[in-house]
């Protein structure tokens, strides 16, 4: 029986600006995170020794999770055991995870399933951790865990981990074009060092954006929508400009790379506008047949981050 379900957003960078790479091999970041209403699942009941189990919604390619062990879940759970002084037997639990996003997306996926995994283990196991120490553990598990904990709308600095909730206006309608093959962060990092030696040290700001963000009028928001990324994805994978315009075509404001690819989103005016542009756009991707099934999805933002919820009600 399930004891508590936490379910996490997936992110899409609305600014993305890159610095030149730091000693430690990290980009300095600029970024403004926005969470939207795409979430994974995870589920904790009662276990006799650990266990972790993954479940996906159709367009979620499992085959790209790490080998059992070394998943994100696992490492969250022994760091947040570890830093109690609990050992690997006080460690039960039976979890499972249900990812509706997709994995290797750009989307922080697998942060949302650490960060939920924080949240989760922590009230399973009755660890009263507090929430600094839990931005501080979601920190050393990757640079977008700390955001997938707070969601909402949030500048991000330092690697990504230093988070920082913004005035957002919104909501913001979306439409999400996943890919049938993710892209490696790293691999679109270093291919953004090739193409950008003369990276300047310091990112680039986000001001105007955030300007825009509190006007509340997406299309102020449509032409600054910014992804220093988003070249080094399309020289990786050429067909996602096809794709940015077809759905510009189809009546979207501004379509970019998410994150690291290859995931690309699509500015809408309003929630009927993201529908008609999802339908116009999934037509076309089903007669072009180029991309297998493809998948279109229509969200908003800002939605919650990592949160408790039970029998789909929120739960406080
Ligand atoms: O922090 P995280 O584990 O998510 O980072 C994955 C990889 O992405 C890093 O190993 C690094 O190659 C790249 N990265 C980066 N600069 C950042 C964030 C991530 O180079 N600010």
């Given at each position: 029986m399930t004891d508590l379900t936490v379910r996490a957003p997936a992110k899409i960078n609305l600014h993305l600006g890159v610095g030149a790479p730091r000693p430690d091999g990290f980009h300095p970041l600029v970024t403004v995170f926005h969470a939207i209403s795409l979430y994974d699942d995870l589920s904790v009941a009662a276990g006799e020794r650990w266990q972790v189990d993954f479940e996906t919604a159709p367009y979620v390619r499992l085959t790209e999770l790490p080998e059992p062990g070394s998943n994100i879940v696992d490492v969250a759970a022994r760091r947040l055991a570890?830093?109690?002084?609990?050992?690997?037997?006080?460690?039960?639990?039976?979890?499972?995870?249900?990812?509706?996003?997709?994995?290797?997306?750009?989307?922080?996926?697998?942060?949302?399933?650490?960060?939920?995994?924080?949240?989760?283990?922590?009230?399973?196991?009755?660890?009263?951790t507090s929430d600094d120490e839990l931005l501080a553990l979601a920190a050393e598990l990757g640079s977008d865990v700390p955001f997938s904990l707070v969601g909402g709308t949030a500048l991000g600095t330092g690697r990504g981990e230093v988070v920082e909730p913004v005035a957002d206006s919104g909501?913001?309608?979306?439409?999400?074009?996943?890919?049938?093959?993710?892209?490696?962060?790293?691999?679109?990092y270093r291919r953004h060092d090739e193409l950008r030696p003369d990276a300047p040290a310091e990112p680039a700001d986000a001001e105007r954006l955030l300007a825009a963000l509190r006007s509340g009028d997406p299309r102020?928001?449509?032409?600054?929508?910014?992804?220093?990324?988003?070249?080094?994805?399309?020289?990786?994978?050429?067909?996602?400009?096809?794709?940015i315009d077809a759905g510009e075509r189809a009546g979207a404001l501004r379509g970019l790379v998410s994150g690291s690819g290859p995931t690309v989103v699509f500015l809408a005016t309003d929630g009927p506008s993201a529908r008609r542009v999802a339908g116009t756009l999934l037509e076309e991707l089903l007669q072009n047949g180029d991309d297998g099934e493809p998948t279109v999805l229509v969200a908003n933002g800002p939605a919650a981050g990592a949160h408790l919820v039970a029998n789909g009600v929120q739960a406080d």
């Open positions: 570890r830093h109690h002084g609990l050992d690997d037997g006080q460690c039960a639990a039976a979890v499972s995870v249900f990812k509706s996003i997709p994995i290797a997306g750009g989307m922080a996926g697998g942060s949302a399933d650490a960060a939920a995994a924080l949240v989760a283990l922590d009230r399973h196991w009755d660890l009263q909501p913001w309608w979306w439409v999400v074009v996943p890919s049938a093959q993710g892209l490696s962060t790293p691999a679109v102020e928001l449509a032409p600054l929508l910014h992804n220093d990324l988003q070249a080094a994805a399309l020289d990786l994978r050429p067909d996602l400009a096809d794709l």
